[in-house]
């Protein structure tokens, strides 16, 4: 069974930065993209970047966070970490991972809270 477990998630100052990590289980993580989500309350969830399993890992980044956030992969560890610089309170927001090209359920993910 396909199961991701986000963490790395708290409670920081704008400004400040986070890094995140999504492990993933019940696939061959080195076989997909895996895409970095977050849902603010009261909006929809959106995709934040992405990161393909060719290429060397090409990425991909929603134009508000160009600049500030990165996203890598570890294939033996099946795990792909998010590095969030420069939060500010807009990324308040739950945060998720999953395959974009193949939607499998969604984990509990990690609270972000920024304060300014």
């Known amino acids: 069974q396909v199961q991701f477990v986000e963490s790395g998630g708290g409670l920081v100052q704008s400004g400040g930065s986070l890094r995140l990590s999504c492990a993933a289980s019940?696939?061959?993580?080195?076989?997909?993209?895996i895409g970095w989500y977050r849902q603010a309350p009261g909006k929809e969830r959106e995709l934040v970047a992405r990161?393909?399993?060719?290429?060397?890992?090409?990425?991909n980044y929603l134009d508000s966070v160009k600049g500030r956030f990165t996203i890598s992969r570890d294939n033996a560890k099946n795990t792909v970490y998010p590095q969030m610089n420069s939060l500010n309170a807009e990324d308040t927001a739950v945060y998720y991972c999953?395959?974009?090209?193949?939607?499998?359920?969604w984990g509990q993910g990690t609270q972000v809270t920024v304060s300014s």
């Open positions: 990161i393909t399993n060719f290429g060397g890992g090409i990425t």
């Open positions: 999953n395959r974009p090209t193949s939607m499998a359920n």
């Open positions: 019940g696939f061959i993580f080195s076989s997909y993209t």
